[in-house]
């Protein structure tokens, strides 16, 4: 067991790591209606399409210059078919594909299986995630100066993934452990014998200097709790909110806008046609230099999911979007052995 304070090695600026992940870089979901999510993430979001076919969509936001970091593909229940992590050079593929068929996870070579992408390799991790690791993807036009094309959210680019998982600490184990992610964050409640700082409940986690690459958070998993968008900056969020309410589209609005205490980041949560968790992001931190300390937060602290101390829709702790096993079918999935909610929110 590691904990967020733990040393880690480091080689080369960074983390020792069995492979090179730079930073989470795109997402493949499920959908039931290919049209009505075009409208919806490329419509209303403002994300660009890059390519489509009849049964799948490619799409990138203003500032990505690889060909995307949303693949939207027709099924016939939601789900998530993967999520994506770039990584260093061409070796480091070999490299995760040995990682994980020494661990006994299914593993597989994937040649021009999406779009604008030649090789990756994708394995269903310890965890139960369907996860895809990739080194080269076709270039893009960067839309980042094409102010007369940016409309919606003003999204410029994919920033993170939060996992719902029923075991954080080992989830954290892993991510931090094994694979060379730093922590920027925590949520822990009391202490507890043999564990002083008290047990996870969330972390966040990051290769890319911002807070995070990967949030874990408590609950039955393995299942994607959401997605996230770097938007331009905050008035690009609260400007959409007043799109969809202009559109009556405001159902589309689960949670926000506001501010977290973790992390800092202004946010805006939506739910797309199909029910997938999308979050609006900007504005947090830098977190590359080397003497970066993690920073805890109590699970009894009304701050630490909205710094304005806003309640959290019991939702959004309770539904996910399942993801995919090397069968086709959902992941079955594990009820959390930790709950945050049931820990009693303090006044600050």
Not at 18 to 43: K, M, N
Not at 122 to 134: A, I, T
Not at 206 to 225: E, I, M, Q, S, Y
């Amino acid at each position: 067991m590691v904990r967020p304070g733990d040393r880690q090695t480091w080689a080369g600026g960074r983390p020792a790591a069995p492979f090179d992940i730079v930073r989470a870089a795109h997402c493949e979901l499920i959908v039931t209606d290919l049209a009505r999510s075009r409208e919806f993430y490329a419509g209303a979001l403002g994300l660009a399409v890059t390519e489509e076919t009849a049964r799948a969509l490619y799409l990138r936001g203003y500032e990505d210059r690889h060909h995307h970091c949303l693949a939207l593909r027709l099924g016939p229940r939601p789900a998530v078919g993967h999520v994506a992590f770039l990584v260093a050079s061409e070796d480091d593929l070999g490299r995760a594909a040995t990682y994980y068929r020494a661990r006994g996870c299914p593993v597989r070579i994937v040649e021009r299986e999406n779009a604008g992408q030649p090789r990756a390799v994708r394995v269903h991790d310890p965890l139960g995630f369907p996860l895809e690791f990739f080194a080269n993807m076709t270039m893009a036009e960067s839309l980042l100066q094409r102010y007369d094309l940016h409309r919606g959210a003003r999204i410029m680019r994919l920033d993170h993934f939060n996992l719902h998982v029923p075991d954080v600490q080992a989830a954290f184990d892993y991510y931090y452990g094994a694979l060379g992610f730093r922590c920027s964050e925590y949520i822990a409640g009391d202490p507890a014998p043999g564990v002083p700082d008290g047990p996870l409940y969330a972390a966040w986690l990051f290769r890319k200097p911002n807070v995070h690459d990967v949030a874990l958070t408590a609950g039955a998993g393995p299942r994607l709790h959401h997605l996230a968008f770097w938007t331009a900056d905050t008035d690009a969020i609260i400007g959409f909110c007043d799109q969809l309410g202009g559109a009556g589209r405001y159902a589309a609005i689960e949670r926000g806008p506001g501010r977290h205490g973790i992390g800092n980041a202004f946010y805006l949560y939506l739910r797309d046609p199909d029910g997938h968790r999308v979050e609006l992001y900007t504005s947090d931190y830098w977190t590359g230099d080397p003497d970066l300390q993690p920073r805890r937060w109590s699970a009894g602290n009304a701050q630490r999911r909205s710094f304005w101390g806003h309640e959290v829709p019991e939702r959004w702790y309770r539904e996910s979007s399942e993801v995919l096993g090397p069968d086709g079918l959902p992941v079955p999935l594990s009820e959390p052995a930790a709950n945050e909610r049931a820990v009693e929110v303090l006044p600050q």
